[in-house]
């Protein structure tokens, strides 16, 4: 018998609004976060992601802190990155930190690795984004060379090479929970079976049916290798409210300011709310409704993609905190319920 899909909540710490409509400091954010955590935990949620951003309209630069915050206020969910931004990062210290989350936590840790969609951190750190491949792959190679927590040997051209060097703590496992974050190209998903790595995609545009053959290559390359099959997840930006007309009417103008906003560090044109309308629509990207109607897509969607794991993007833009708490309420509640008994 499968295993019930897992219904897990990600966020980047949307800066989020007051009662007056004034734009609420960022340490507010982050404690904010934290409860929004422990609810989700609250109502039984399988998993909460913290995307790694730095820039003004985002709180979480150290998503790994909040998780050990969150860790020590929550007892059964799972706590992890969405994404870890390898390529700017040390993967030795990805590695310990996320390690000593898991200890912390009780088994309870994940990371997801991914480049990421923005590029704020490499002039940040001092990285030449001409080197935007070469920095993820050497850095994922010896990342992967961590897992079997065994003495590593290792060398590439970005760094002295390591021989026969543990890393520490271990984990009580013997092995890290480790997605890769796919953002839809064939490359991602040879680099997701080449690592024998759980494989996250980021539907964030467009019909969530197109990634269905990267998920369809992904076990057959895997079943190809003779190599055990690994789960497939997904990861959507969404709102829950009591109806459809409310859920779109209190995301709308966060949904178009954020993407606006970015769109113009991108060269995009304005939005829409045409653009709006389709991506909310069935065959869109954006999960917001009423709870019925958010998870007869999510099942749709996940059923399609034999995905073992949907995670909804909360935040999206400047809401105020109580209508996020009442979006994972709802979410928790109703909408993950009605998945398993549409997918049962």
């Known amino acids: 018998m499968t295993a019930p899909l897992e219904l897990g909540l990600d966020t980047f710490g949307d800066i989020t609004s007051d009662s007056d409509g004034g734009l609420v400091p ?6 904010q976060v934290v409860e929004q955590a422990v609810l989700a935990d609250e109502v039984g949620l399988s998993f909460i992601g913290l995307g790694e951003h730095h820039r003004a309209d985002f709180s979480i630069s150290a998503p790994d802190i909040v998780l050990a915050t969150i860790a020590g206020r929550t007892q059964n969910i799972r706590l992890g990155s969405a994404v870890t931004v390898l390529s700017s990062d040390d993967p030795i210290r ?4 996320f390690a000593t989350l898991d200890a912390l ?3 309870r840790a994940e990371v997801i690795l991914g480049r990421g969609s923005f590029t704020e951190s490499f002039g940040l750190f001092g990285l030449d984004l001409g080197d935007y491949e070469v920095l993820f792959n050497e850095k994922l190679d ?16 970005l760094r002295p090479p390591l021989k026969d060097q543990r890393v520490y703590p271990p984990t009580e496992s013997g092995r890290l929970t480790t997605w890769i ?3 839809g190209t064939p490359q ?4 997701a079976v080449r690592y024998r790595l ?6 964030i545009g467009g019909p969530p049916l197109q990634f269905v053959p990267y998920a369809d290559f992904y076990r057959e390359s895997l079943e190809k290798e003779g190599a ?6 997904m990861h959507s930006p969404g709102y829950v409210a009591e109806t459809d007309e409310q859920a779109r009417e209190e995301l709308y103008d966060h949904w178009i300011a954020q993407r606006n906003q970015i769109g113009s560090e991108r060269g995009w044109p304005p939005a829409t709310r045409n653009e709006f309308a389709q991506a909310a629509g069935p065959d869109g990207a954006l999960y917001v409704g009423s709870p019925e109607t958010v998870a007869r897509k999510i099942a749709r969607n996940a059923a399609a993609l034999q995905a073992s794991r949907f995670d909804m993007k909360y935040a999206n833009g400047p809401m105020r905190h109580e209508q996020l708490l009442r979006c994972i309420e709802l979410y928790g509640t109703q909408v993950a319920p009605l998945v398993h008994d549409m997918m049962a």
Not at 94 to 97: A, D, G, K
Not at 146 to 152: M, Q, R
């Open 105 to 107: 936590s009780h088994g």
């Open 94 to 97: 990805v590695y310990e930190r």
């Open 26 to 31: 960022a340490p507010e954010v982050l404690r």
């Open 228 to 233: 055990a099959p690994l789960p497939v997840g």
């Open 198 to 203: 759980p494989m996250m995609l980021a539907i």
């Open 188 to 191: 991602s998903v040879v680099r």
């Open 181 to 183: 974050g796919v953002g």
């Open 142 to 157: 010896l990342f992967a060379a961590l897992l079997d927590e065994e003495p590593v040997t290792w060398s590439g051209t």
